[in-house]
């Protein structure tokens, strides 16, 4: 079985600074990595995904997120946030045999000017 | 594509009431699956079709929970003798599956509130 566990149930960050969102999983199998993002009483938005080859995976808004096998890692990150970039976002797992996806307990970014 | 769409968006009932949700894939998409997220949680598997066939479903997924997909195309959730533990968003996504990696679409959810 597969699990996903999101550090951080909050991350406070000034417009224009650096952030990371961290996420390890956990699984006896090869899978695929996946972050969602969801704005308030929304559902869910692929931001990015890794699935295979170049461990780095950027979105079309500024993220990206690095594959770490050996970390069994997937941490988001954006160089410079915008007050816009506020929400929940969601790190979750897919095993390559079953389509399911297991999802971590969210994030939530708030940026503040 | 015009997207996941489920309806209704919000639903308050009492408990004990029956309660049924739809949900519309991306046309042609072959997979269709049901996620709950409850407040402060990620979505969580609760069940899944490929065209008509339900494939899978999870524990979370009591007696009182049935989903059906009759064609293949849309789906329904229904909830019998809603209790207050079943008040959550209710996740739909669909995918187009052919053997290998997929993306998941999601709609915009149902929110249940039992009273």
């Known amino acids: 079985a597969q699990s996903v566990t999101q550090l951080d149930s909050q991350v406070p960050v000034f417009e224009e600074a650096p952030v990371e969102l961290r996420c390890n999983y956990s699984?006896?199998?090869?899978?695929?990595l996946f972050w969602y993002v969801q704005y308030p009483n929304q559902g869910l938005q692929l931001l990015l995904k890794y699935l295979s080859g170049s461990t780095l995976v950027e979105s079309i808004n500024g993220f990206e997120a690095e594959f770490n096998k050996s970390q069994t890692s997937f941490h988001l990150r954006k160089p410079s946030v915008h007050i816009s970039d506020t929400a929940e976002y969601f790190c979750?797992?897919?095993?390559?045999?079953?389509?399911?996806?297991?999802f971590g307990t969210g994030t939530r970014l708030l940026v503040s000017p | 594509d015009t997207g996941v769409s489920q309806d209704p968006r919000h639903k308050i009932t009492k408990r004990g009431q029956n309660v049924t949700f739809r949900c519309d894939p991306i046309?042609?998409?072959?997979?269709l699956y049901w996620y709950r997220q409850t407040l402060g949680q990620g979505p969580e598997f609760l069940t899944y079709?490929?065209?008509?066939?339900?494939?899978?479903k999870s524990r979370l997924l009591s007696d009182r929970f049935s989903a059906e997909r009759p064609k293949g195309s849309f789906s329904t959730l229904e909830i019998q003798r809603t209790e207050q533990g079943d008040s959550a968003m209710y996740l739909c996504a669909s995918s187009s599956w052919t053997g290998g990696a997929e993306t998941q679409y999601f709609g915009p959810g149902t929110r249940l509130l039992v009273l």
């Open positions: 979750a797992v897919m095993d390559t045999g079953f389509q399911k996806l297991v």
């Open positions: 699984s006896s199998v090869s899978v695929y």
């Open positions: 046309s042609e998409h072959n997979r």
């Open positions: 079709f490929q065209n008509e066939a339900q494939l899978e």
